[in-house]
């Protein structure tokens, strides 16, 4: 099978540059003509390749590795195999990534299928939308009425903006993303297949049937969002669903009508906010998330994966479990909990057989 790549080759560069633009110290300054031409895994890096070690579990495989250079923390830099460079840093892996983004800045977001410049003659585009210089619409794209397009954004393939929606300059819309009812920001990312801005889930239940609550709120897509491919995103039902600034959400996440999320929140994949979730700037939420309605997160709270959370969380609180609760409190619980079950097992023993099968069936 053909060996293609889908991003271009870094530029080499030698290793004085690459410690200048970490600031990384290259202990053996006499390596520092040495050119490196790739990125690889610690496991799978070349004579030629950079890679990092984020800690003492992979020292196994440090000590086999044949990369040309490492980032290491100064803790583990005696332990570079020789034939390695070791570039000594505080933060091995945020080193790594600095150079990553340099070599590969066509990674970091979605880009035209058909790599053209302008709107395909095969994109669909009202006549009332305003586009400004440097959009680029693929094929198969529509943008509805009065929409607005700010400088050097991207509308992928197959994607939908609606009426009267109004995105931001240096955004990436991915193929088939779909944009209704929104007022995105500055280089906002949106992944293949997001729904933002639909119907809110809003019924009043009776014997009769369930009456349809009109959701007429908007969706408020701050600056530097990354929203994951699949994710959707309700509309407000009265009042705004509010994405805050920085704020970088995963995969198949399900927000719902009103929530509020502040700034440089990390939401994991398949997160579900129930409606007029609030959650404060800078939390962390592991994937599969819930809360009920109306919860509260406090600013700097970190919920753990798998938690469901029934009621308000302080700041900078540590939750998790079913219902969340302070961490060392669920810790101890679950502790607990085995215990009384090994105890129960060991009673368990002098039962008759019969006994611990159940009843008939």
């Not at 031409?37 to 890679?51: I, S």
């Not at 619980?333 to 008939?360: F, I, S, V, Y």
Request: aromatic share 4%.
């Amino acid at each position: 099978m053909d060996q293609r790549l889908f991003f271009e080759r870094s530029e080499p560069r030698s290793l004085a540059e690459i410690a200048a633009l970490t600031g990384a110290v290259l202990v053996d300054p006499s390596l520092a003509d040495r050119r490196i031409e790739g990125l690889a895994a610690l496991d799978a890096a070349g004579p030629r390749q950079l890679t990092f070690v984020n800690g003492p579990k992979y020292l196994p495989q440090l000590e086999g590795c044949h990369a040309g250079a490492c980032f290491v923390h100064a803790r583990l830099e005696q332990r570079v195999p020789p034939g390695t460079a070791a570039l000594r840093v505080a933060e091995p892996y945020r080193a790594f990534v600095t150079i990553a983004r340099q070599a590969h800045p066509d990674a970091l977001r979605p880009a035209s299928i058909f790599q053209e410049t302008g709107v395909s003659p095969q994109a669909v585009v009202h006549p009332t939308a305003r586009l400004e210089d440097g959009v680029v619409v693929d094929p198969l794209a529509v943008i509805g009425e009065g929409a607005q397009i700010g400088q050097d954004t991207i509308i992928g393939a197959g994607a939908v903006i609606g009426p009267n929606v109004m995105i931001g300059r240096s955004c990436s819309i991915a193929p088939q993303a779909t944009i209704v009812c929104s007022l995105l920001g500055n280089n906002v990312i949106v992944h293949p297949g997001c729904r933002i801005g639909q119907d809110g889930y809003g019924y009043v239940p009776g014997p009769k049937g369930h009456i349809k609550v009109p959701q007429t709120g908007r969706v408020i897509i701050q600056n530097d969002v990354e929203i994951g491919a699949n994710t959707t995103i309700d509309r407000g039902a009265l009042g705004d669903t509010v994405i805050g600034e920085g704020t970088k959400i995963d995969n198949l996440v399900q927000i719902a009508h009103n929530v509020s999320i502040g700034r440089h929140c990390i939401v994991i994949s398949q997160v579900g906010l129930s409606g007029s979730t609030t959650i404060g700037d800078g939390v962390l939420l592991g994937a599969r998330v819930g809360t009920d309605n109306r919860v509260t997160i406090g600013d700097g709270a970190q919920i753990a994966a798998t938690s469901i959370v029934h009621g308000d969380v302080p700041p900078g609180a540590r939750y998790g479990g079913t219902p969340a609760k302070p961490v060392k409190q669920w810790f101890r619980e679950m502790m607990l909990l085995e215990r009384l079950a090994k105890e129960n097992r060991g009673g368990d023993k002098d039962l008759d057989p019969k006994d611990q099968t159940g009843p008939d069936t």
